[in-house]
């Protein structure tokens, strides 16, 4: 009886410890705000920052002006993305959310990439997006959409995504992030641009191709670095 007993209790304990892990994220406040601060001085430490007196909050602190200004796309892939976490907007802070801009040249790509702590909700403004993610082992099943202006669509948290202009003029999409800071991987830099190099016998393994291709994508991405 002992024994089946200690067995219902290990049974449980791990139960208690799956349902924590698939529940967790950004921890829940536990007051209506945490204002973060740079002054150690003027708070306590909450989720990784230190959080103003919530008698000296103000307006200011939860307000972020500019997303409607273009940004420069002139660069190698064509994109930009302006990224607003709680290091930017400190009213952000024990929130979990973000938010981001993402402005594209004609054919601009915003590259393959992952979010390792947030599921993203993209809203297309202007233009027209191939948007996709793959999803994860065995399958590596690609899951696309082309988007249009009022458009939305989900891209699950860590999974590797991109979005391509694939109309004749330019695009513009605002996101929202499950996290008040969601991270960003772009795979080829993680992969091709890492500091120090990843060995060549690494990637030329893992890629199947011969060693001067990893070096010449290498040489690209330490540039672009």
Same mark, same amino acid.
């Given at each position: 009886?002992?024994?089946?007993?200690?067995?219902?209790?290990? /049974?449980?304990?791990?139960?208690?410890?799956?349902?924590?892990?698939? !529940?967790?994220?950004?921890?829940?406040?536990?007051?209506?705000?945490?204002?973060?601060?740079? #002054?150690?001085?003027?708070?306590?430490?909450?989720?990784?920052?230190?959080?103003?007196?919530?008698?000296?909050?103000?307006?200011?602190?939860?307000?972020?002006?500019?997303?409607?200004?273009?940004?420069?796309?002139?660069? %190698?892939?064509?994109?930009? =993305?302006?990224?607003? %976490?709680?290091?930017? /907007?400190?009213?952000?802070?024990?929130?979990?959310?973000?938010?981001?801009?993402?402005?594209?040249?004609?054919?601009?790509?915003?590259?393959?990439?992952? +979010?390792?702590?947030?599921?993203?909700?993209?809203?297309?403004?202007?233009?027209?997006?191939? =948007?996709?993610?793959?999803?994860?082992?065995?399958?590596?099943?690609?899951?696309?959409?082309?988007?249009?202006?009022?458009?939305?669509?989900?891209?699950?948290?860590?999974?590797? +995504?991109? @979005?391509?202009?694939?109309?004749?003029?330019?695009?513009?999409? /605002?996101?929202?992030?499950?996290?008040?800071?969601?991270?960003?991987? #772009?795979?080829?830099?993680?992969?091709?641009?890492?500091?120090?190099?990843? !060995?060549?016998?690494?990637?030329?393994?893992?890629?199947?191709?011969?060693?001067?291709?990893?070096?010449?994508?290498? #040489? @690209?991405?330490?540039?672009?670095?």
């Amino acid at each position: 009886m002992k024994t089946m007993e200690a067995k219902i209790l290990s /049974y449980i304990v791990l139960w208690a410890m799956v349902v924590f892990l698939v !529940s967790a994220s950004d921890p829940s406040p536990l007051q209506d705000f945490c204002v973060a601060v740079n #002054d150690t001085k003027l708070g306590v430490f909450v989720n990784g920052k230190f959080c103003k007196d919530p008698e000296l909050a103000t307006a200011d602190d939860f307000f972020f002006t500019g997303f409607n200004i273009p940004r420069n796309t002139s660069n %190698t892939v064509g994109s930009v =993305a302006t990224l607003v %976490t709680v290091d930017i /907007y400190p009213g952000l802070n024990t929130l979990g959310i973000a938010f981001a801009r993402i402005d594209f040249a004609p054919n601009g790509l915003n590259p393959t990439h992952t +979010h390792p702590r947030g599921s993203e909700v993209l809203t297309v403004l202007e233009g027209t997006l191939l =948007a996709g993610f793959v999803t994860s082992n065995p399958d590596n099943r690609l899951i696309t959409k082309v988007l249009n202006p009022g458009d939305v669509f989900v891209f699950p948290i860590g999974l590797i +995504h991109f @979005q391509l202009n694939v109309g004749n003029t330019s695009a513009v999409a /605002y996101a929202a992030f499950s996290s008040q800071n969601p991270g960003r991987i #772009d795979i080829a830099n993680a992969v091709f641009g890492s500091t120090p190099s990843i !060995s060549d016998d690494v990637l030329t393994k893992a890629f199947q191709v011969d060693k001067e291709v990893i070096e010449d994508l290498q #040489d @690209q991405f330490r540039i672009d670095n």
